[in-house]
């Protein structure tokens, strides 16, 4: 009898893992407004998958911003406690990558604000695990030799050193459009501006970010 229990339970929890794994599967397979969806109604298994979406790509974003990885993983905590109690309110009309953007890049804009150091900090080294999928700028390539690896490496190294010399407001368009391939439309949600302010920024930022490389590539 006791065996035929243990069996029984066994069953039992490999049923449930089993089921787990399909939920995650079936949840994972959904579009983001689905995901929000079934949130909102009542599946909190569909917020893991937003984070899960969301967590790595917010975080490089912010971190360009503001140049400091810790702050910048503090900062994407707090962007999912405000996604947490503030997703009912959610126009889902509105695509949530935007929406969940947005909230980060202000968390960031208040950062440098609130800094009692000068806001435009040189952006750190630029880590490996940088999504790939999500960037237009390419920095590794394992069919390149040694050598132009070195050189890339090298060019990396100035463009976090001359993106982090922008001021504030070229820097964030610059990063969403340079580094992170955001569009123009997606930019202007994502900072709250007009089309005419984000292309008239991003036309500044990428001149200024000419202007301050040119020696450096000498």
């Known amino acids: 009898m006791g065996a035929k229990l243990v069996r029984d339970a066994e069953h039992d929890e490999t049923a449930a893992a089993q089921g787990a794994r399909e939920r995650r599967r079936k949840?994972?397979?959904?579009?983001?407004?689905?995901?929000?969806?079934?949130?909102l109604d009542g599946d909190e298994r569909a917020f893991g998958e937003l984070v899960r979406r969301y967590d790595g790509r917010l975080l490089n974003f912010v971190y360009r911003t503001i140049g400091d990885r810790e702050r910048a993983q503090d900062l994407v905590q707090e962007t999912f406690v405000r996604v947490y109690r503030?997703?009912?309110?959610f126009d889902q009309s509105k695509k949530f990558s935007t929406w969940v953007y947005t909230i980060a890049g202000n968390l960031a804009k208040n950062e440098l604000r609130n800094r009692s150091r000068n806001p435009l900090?040189?952006?750190?080294?630029?880590?490996?695990?940088?999504?790939?999928?999500h960037r237009p700028l390419?920095?590794?390539?394992?069919?390149?030799?040694?050598?132009?690896?070195?050189?890339?490496?090298?060019?990396?190294?100035?463009?976090?050193?001359?993106?982090?010399?922008?001021?504030?407001?070229?820097?964030?368009?610059?990063?969403?459009?340079?580094?992170e391939g955001k569009t123009y439309e997606e930019i202007a949600n994502i900072t709250a501006c007009n089309l005419g302010t984000v292309k008239s920024r991003l036309n500044r930022a990428r001149n200024n970010f000419a202007?301050?490389?040119?020696?450096?590539?000498d």
């Open 27 to 39: 949840i994972g397979a959904l579009g983001d407004s689905d995901v929000v969806q079934a949130f």
């Open 121 to 133: 900090v040189l952006f750190q080294t630029i880590r490996k695990n940088w999504d790939a999928d």
């Open 211 to 217: 202007r301050l490389i040119a020696p450096l590539l």
């Open 86 to 89: 503030h997703l009912h309110r």
């Open 138 to 179: 390419e920095w590794e390539d394992s069919s390149y030799k040694p050598d132009d690896l070195y050189r890339k490496r090298h060019l990396r190294s100035l463009v976090e050193q001359v993106v982090g010399e922008l001021p504030e407001h070229h820097r964030i368009v610059f990063v969403l459009r340079e580094l």
